[in-house]
């Protein structure tokens, strides 16, 4: 599938992965997911609201519904933006024989997909 498709990934995203993992899938998702993704949502999404039918708009309603949906989607987001991470990190270790003290730059190649710091 398009979506889990892997990319190799060159040293310097490795290492940005690397500290990303150390830190955990949680806050991964936390961030990625629930705060970046799922904010930006409910702000689009608020404004949108507003722009399409300013007369029915109500804040509470329309804010509070929007505000339980999107940080929801936003841990699927934040959880499929690490399967994909890490899968990516994988076929790096394993195209570069990477080990634990470092990362080998060898065999690596610029990758369209940048990680989250």
């Keep these: 599938m ?3 498709r892997i990319r190799i990934i060159n040293p310097a995203q490795a290492e940005k992965w690397r500290k990303a993992r150390a830190r955990g899938r949680l806050r991964c998702v936390l961030l ?4 970046f993704w799922g904010g930006w949502m409910i702000v689009a999404m608020s404004i949108f609201q507003y ?3 300013p007369d029915s708009f109500h804040i509470v309603r329309n804010i ?3 505000a339980v949906i999107f940080p929801i989607g936003g841990i699927f987001f934040g959880l499929w933006t690490w399967a994909v991470a890490e899968r990516n990190y994988e076929a790096f270790i394993a195209k570069n024989k990477e080990t634990e ?4 730059p060898q065999f690596a190649t610029r990758s369209e997909f940048d ?3």
Excluded: E, M, R, S
Aim: proline content about 5%.
């Design 2 to 4: 398009k979506l889990f």
């Design 32 to 35: 990625t997911g629930v705060l």
């Design 51 to 53: 722009w399409t039918d």
């Design 64 to 66: 509070g519904i929007i």
């Design 101 to 104: 003290q470092g990362v080998t």
């Design 115 to 117: 990680f989250p710091a």
